[in-house]
């Protein structure tokens, strides 16, 4: 059974600073590591999609990576903004079943302070 | 704007009562789904539709209802039978479920209090 893992749970960084938030993942038949980012009381917004045949994406300051063999994701943030303050949630894509089913990490809550 | 839009934000209800939540569409996907969230817990699947009027359970079904008449709609009825039905529920859409890389498109969600 596919269990998704991102640590830590809260991370607080001043304004400019690069940073890494974590993923792990205990099954590496996965098609897919997405990353999404939630902010309070709002649904999720698909940042990153990384296919299992790839290492990285980059959509303007983010860049995700993915290493099936040791079961790990992280997603970088460059020059990091207030505005980036947000939850940060990655979900592993399984094969098998006829449905894009994604398990779910808890997420990192991301402050960036001014 | 295409997009999913769930109503209402805040729903509050009585134990023993049935409530249904809404989720409607506009961007032609095929696939919908039903999730929870709660605190210190990852997204957990209720329900997912494919096409229209067909529908799987997911995860954690028990005490959950939902159906799939329109490509556009996939209401979640919340019933006395779910033990903990205080959550936040979001709805989200792909193209097709098949499509394993095809991303997820979430609403706003709402908050569902049970007293």
């Known amino acids: 059974k596919q269990e998704v893992t991102q640590i830590p749970a809260a991370l607080s960084v001043p304004e400019g600073e690069n940073l890494v938030l974590n993923c792990s993942f205990t099954d590496s038949a996965i098609y897919n590591l997405q990353w999404f980012r939630q902010d309070p009381g709002k649904g999720l917004t698909s940042l990153l999609l990384?296919?299992?045949?790839?290492r990285e994406q980059t959509s303007g300051r983010l860049n995700a990576s993915l290493d099936k063999s040791s079961g790990r994701s992280t997603l970088y943030i460059a020059a990091s903004q207030p505005g980036d303050s947000a939850t940060y949630l990655c979900?592993?894509?399984?094969?098998?079943?006829?449905?894009?089913?994604?398990?779910f990490g808890t997420g990192t809550l991301l402050a960036v302070q001014p | 704007d295409g997009g999913i839009t769930q109503s209402p934000k805040y729903l509050f209800r009585k134990e023993g009562q049935n409530v249904t939540l809404s989720c409607e569409q506009n961007?032609?996907?095929?696939?919908m789904y039903w999730y929870r969230q709660d605190p210190g817990q990852g997204l957990r699947l209720i329900y997912y539709s494919q096409i229209v009027n067909d529908f799987q359970k997911g995860d954690i079904a028990e005490g959950y209802s939902v159906s799939r008449e329109k490509k556009e709609s996939f209401p979640l009825t919340v019933t006395s039978a779910q033990k903990n039905p205080t959550a936040f529920y979001l709805c989200?859409?792909?193209?097709?479920?098949?499509?394993?890389?095809?991303?997820?498109?979430f609403g706003n969600g709402t908050r569902l209090t049970v007293t």
């Open positions: 990384i296919q299992s045949s790839q």
């Open positions: 989200a859409s792909s193209i097709e479920a098949g499509r394993y890389n095809s991303p997820l498109h």
């Open positions: 979900a592993a894509t399984n094969y098998g079943g006829a449905t894009n089913k994604l398990i």
């Open positions: 961007l032609n996907h095929d696939a």
